[in-house]
């Protein structure tokens, strides 16, 4: 320990969780549930954050009060992302000053009653064959390099450097003059870290490797060839073990969180990932970034199928990557339908949406992208629940739970607490329990409901009291704040009409923001997003923008005054350098696009378009995206500007 400071914030983030009797008391694994040591089931809502003393590249990240921002909006629970590279920058020597910092956050997250998981992190393995992740001397690419013009994440389908380093991390390729391979020195890192949080209660695990890939063999982003399960059992198995091993050895009451490989949760295709650890301490840990709803739900279902299972706490660790808050809020529904605890990694800072004390950049209009993460949910449950369903319209939270506990024991009179965030309940709540009563301070951001002695489930209905201030002004989006439109046609306005053409017409930013309240402000990142439609945006985000509410979006919009002819504007920055997602999401690159590359908005590869630029997607689609399809695209683009 360095400074009393930093030992008072462990202290006190010991204190933070209750139920904690002691060190070693943190949170455990009961079948699919995380608990807690009363075996009441707790829910994790949170997102990724980085390490507060991060180099340069991720400055401006954190303040003091970060963490208790975070709290204050409900969050309990954060993925701190590390890197072998800076924990053990020399084959098995330990960077003590690196381990200080993360001790310092979990402190200082601790202290505000955050949970945190920690994330031993890569991207394409290594600073220097792909991204971030491993140390140089840990790469062993049989003398490939990096080759240029690949970007994140296409090097793991098309880099041979990428590809030939985790075929030999697979194979614990040794390092010369240690007589140890890559692989050992990798479970020395979890050994070290693992010993280091042993007692503390506010670490509830670690996620073993970031979306680990399966090198040179069955390197598809496309599902129809990505199912490779003979990997899985001959490549994650052995390696999950050795991981298991190290961690039950000297962390007997830390969670080991395995992962199945990089994009089978974009992808869909089934998820068998061997499960390790004892009884207790066996997580799974899954990302869902597919831009399909149809393609999120089987994700979401064969890993919580896989964790019933297998008998593993499910913990979602990488969604959203959005700035549509009905997509967010869409998302969100299906995790809170399948009890389902997560940690979400939007397109900016995760600090920087709860703290407004720092910079934020990418994460469009804030406070919208903020009130469609920060929901109300269970964070722990005296029973087991059973039905969770929050209307962000109204504020209006249901919740309905048995009073036996996942391991078979009555809760009796056991204590249920709800986060009620601040965003979402400006001027207070309603509450009306059957089953039960209430035991907190009227008012609260955490309401407490006490079971009755006898009683076999509880109901709890939470509705907000008055009205949610109106969103700030979103961002004015680059290039202009209003596109070229083209001219308005005669009305009336429907589920087809183009936003930038609704907004324009008197009262249609009202009905939009009545009826979706936040999209608008939430699109304001989006380059073009004054050419989409209701229709449109409604095939990404069906779960908010239900059948029945468009429905009556176009009812409202057939009341308005439309005056044709012209809007005037400037035009939006879309190019090959924008994200595939974004071109496809304004109509008109969509038109060029669907035109120029018919075969792009069908294609296997969708997966990637969330994070990836255009022009990046040519060495995965070569036979599609030529060097003259590329030119042509790029030619259509230059004049929408």
């Given at each position: 320990?360095?400074?009393?400071?930093l030992?008072?914030?462990?202290?006190a983030?010991?204190a933070?969780?209750p139920g904690?009797?002691?060190?070693?008391?943190g949170?455990?694994q009961?079948?699919?549930?995380?608990v807690?040591?009363d075996?009441?089931?707790?829910?994790?809502h949170?997102?990724?954050?980085?390490?507060?003393d991060?180099?340069?590249k991720?400055?401006?990240?954190?303040?003091?009060?970060?963490?208790a921002?975070?709290a204050?909006?409900?969050?309990?629970?954060?993925?701190?992302?590390?890197?072998?590279?800076?924990?053990?920058p020399?084959?098995?020597?330990?960077?003590?000053?690196?381990?200080?910092?993360i001790?310092?956050?979990?402190?200082a997250?601790?202290?505000?009653?955050?949970?945190?998981?920690?994330?031993f992190?890569?991207?394409?393995?290594?600073a220097l064959?792909?991204?971030?992740?491993?140390?140089?001397?840990?790469?062993?690419?049989?003398?490939?390099?990096?080759?240029?013009?690949?970007?994140?994440?296409?090097?793991?389908?098309?880099?041979?450097?990428?590809q030939?380093s985790?075929?030999?991390?697979w194979?614990?390729?040794?390092?010369?003059?240690?007589?140890?391979?890559?692989?050992?020195?990798?479970?020395e890192?979890?050994?070290?870290?693992?010993?280091?949080?042993?007692?503390?209660?506010?670490?509830?695990?670690?996620d073993?490797?970031?979306?680990?890939?399966?090198?040179?063999?069955?390197?598809?982003?496309d599902?129809?060839?990505?199912?490779?399960?003979e990997?899985?059992?001959?490549?994650?198995?052995?390696?999950?073990?050795?991981?298991?091993?190290?961690?039950?050895?000297?962390?007997?009451?830390?969670?080991?969180?395995?992962?199945p490989?990089?994009?089978?949760?974009?992808?869909?295709?089934?998820i068998?990932?061997?499960?390790?650890?004892?009884?207790?301490q066996?997580?799974l840990?899954?990302?869902?970034?597919?831009?399909i709803?149809?393609?999120?739900?089987?994700?979401?279902?064969g890993a919580?199928?896989?964790?019933?299972?297998?008998?593993?706490a499910?913990?979602?660790?990488e969604?959203?990557?959005?700035?549509?808050?009905a997509?967010?809020?869409?998302?969100?529904?299906?995790?809170?339908?399948?009890?389902?605890?997560?940690?979400?990694?939007?397109?900016?800072?995760?600090?920087?949406?709860v703290?407004?004390?720092?910079?934020?950049?990418g994460?469009?209009?804030r406070?919208?992208?903020?009130?469609?993460?920060?929901?109300?949910?269970?964070?722990?449950?005296?029973g087991?629940?059973?039905?969770m369903?929050f209307?962000?319209?109204?504020?209006?939270?249901?919740?309905?739970?048995?009073?036996?506990?996942?391991?078979?024991?009555?809760?009796?009179?056991?204590e249920?607490r709800?986060?009620?965030?601040?965003?979402?309940?400006?001027?207070?709540?309603n509450?009306?329990?059957?089953?039960?009563?209430?035991?907190?301070?009227?008012?609260?951001?955490?309401?407490?409901?006490?079971?009755d002695?006898?009683?076999?489930?509880?109901?709890?209905?939470?509705?907000r009291?008055?009205?949610?201030?109106?969103l700030p002004?979103?961002?004015?989006?680059?290039?202009?704040?209003?596109?070229a439109l083209?001219?308005?046609?005669?009305g009336?306005?429907?589920r087809?009409?183009?936003?930038?053409?609704?907004?324009?017409?008197?009262?249609g930013?009202?009905?939009?923001?009545?009826?979706v309240?936040?999209m608008?402000?939430?699109?304001?990142?989006v380059?073009?997003?004054?050419?989409?439609?209701i229709?449109?945006?409604?095939q990404?985000?069906?779960?908010?923008?239900?059948?029945?509410?468009v429905?009556?979006?176009?009812?409202d919009?057939?009341?308005?005054?439309?005056t044709?002819?012209?809007?005037?504007?400037?035009?939006?920055?879309?190019?090959l350098?924008?994200l595939t997602?974004?071109?496809?999401?304004?109509?008109?690159?969509?038109?060029?696009?669907?035109?120029?590359?018919?075969?792009?908005?069908?294609?296997?590869?969708?997966?990637?378009?969330?994070?990836?630029?255009?022009r990046?997607?040519?060495?995965?689609?070569?036979?599609?995206?030529?060097?003259?399809?590329?030119?042509?695209?790029?030619?259509?683009?230059?004049?929408?500007?």
């Amino acid at each position: 320990m360095k400074n009393a400071a930093l030992k008072f914030a462990i202290i006190a983030s010991i204190a933070a969780f209750p139920g904690t009797g002691s060190a070693h008391d943190g949170l455990r694994q009961y079948g699919r549930w995380l608990v807690d040591g009363d075996g009441r089931v707790v829910t994790i809502h949170g997102g990724n954050v980085m390490l507060p003393d991060a180099p340069a590249k991720a400055a401006g990240r954190f303040t003091a009060e970060t963490p208790a921002r975070m709290a204050e909006q409900g969050f309990n629970g954060v993925r701190l992302v590390i890197f072998l590279s800076a924990l053990m920058p020399q084959p098995g020597v330990i960077d003590k000053g690196y381990l200080y910092q993360i001790e310092k956050a979990v402190g200082a997250y601790g202290a505000a009653g955050i949970h945190t998981l920690i994330d031993f992190h890569q991207d394409e393995y290594s600073a220097l064959v792909g991204a971030r992740g491993m140390p140089n001397w840990a790469v062993f690419s049989d003398g490939y390099q990096r080759m240029p013009g690949i970007e994140f994440p296409v090097g793991y389908f098309r880099d041979p450097a990428v590809q030939r380093s985790f075929d030999n991390f697979w194979k614990n390729h040794p390092v010369p003059g240690t007589g140890k391979g890559v692989q050992d020195f990798y479970l020395e890192g979890l050994r070290a870290v693992a010993d280091h949080f042993r007692d503390n209660p506010s670490v509830i695990g670690i996620d073993v490797m970031n979306e680990p890939a399966t090198g040179s063999r069955c390197a598809q982003p496309d599902p129809g060839n990505a199912d490779c399960p003979e990997l899985e059992q001959e490549l994650l198995k052995p390696f999950y073990a050795r991981a298991a091993k190290v961690i039950n050895q000297v962390a007997p009451h830390l969670i080991v969180f395995v992962e199945p490989f990089m994009l089978q949760g974009a992808l869909g295709t089934p998820i068998n990932t061997p499960i390790a650890g004892k009884a207790g301490q066996r997580g799974l840990s899954f990302h869902n970034y597919g831009p399909i709803k149809a393609t999120r739900e089987r994700v979401n279902d064969g890993a919580l199928a896989l964790a019933t299972r297998e008998g593993a706490a499910i913990l979602n660790t990488e969604w959203g990557f959005s700035n549509d808050p009905a997509e967010i809020t869409g998302q969100a529904t299906d995790f809170d339908t399948r009890h389902i605890s997560w940690l979400a990694w939007p397109r900016g800072a995760f600090e920087a949406l709860v703290d407004p004390g720092l910079p934020d950049e990418g994460n469009g209009n804030r406070v919208a992208i903020l009130r469609a993460y920060a929901r109300p949910y269970a964070e722990v449950t005296a029973g087991t629940p059973q039905s969770m369903q929050f209307d962000g319209d109204s504020g209006t939270l249901r919740y309905r739970y048995v009073t036996r506990l996942p391991n078979g024991k009555s809760a009796g009179g056991g204590e249920t607490r709800i986060r009620l965030p601040v965003i979402q309940y400006p001027h207070g709540y309603n509450v009306t329990v059957e089953g039960g009563s209430v035991s907190s301070a009227y008012g609260s951001s955490t309401l407490t409901i006490r079971n009755d002695a006898k009683a076999a489930s509880v109901a709890v209905t939470v509705a907000r009291i008055g009205e949610l201030p109106p969103l700030p002004k979103a961002p004015v989006p680059e290039g202009g704040e209003v596109l070229a439109l083209p001219p308005i046609p005669p009305g009336p306005l429907t589920r087809n009409s183009l936003l930038g053409h609704i907004v324009a017409t008197p009262g249609g930013r009202a009905i939009l923001d009545r009826q979706v309240p936040g999209m608008l402000a939430g699109l304001g990142h989006v380059h073009g997003w004054q050419m989409m439609s209701i229709a449109g945006i409604q095939q990404f985000a069906s779960g908010t923008l239900t059948e029945a509410k468009v429905i009556q979006i176009e009812s409202d919009l057939a009341t308005l005054r439309v005056t044709p002819g012209p809007v005037g504007g400037a035009a939006p920055n879309l190019s090959l350098d924008s994200l595939t997602s974004d071109l496809l999401a304004d109509p008109r690159s969509r038109a060029i696009l669907d035109r120029e590359v018919p075969r792009l908005s069908a294609s296997p590869q969708q997966s990637l378009f969330p994070q990836t630029k255009l022009r990046d997607l040519q060495p995965v689609m070569p036979d599609v995206l030529t060097d003259e399809v590329l030119a042509r695209v790029g030619r259509a683009l230059d004049t929408l500007r």
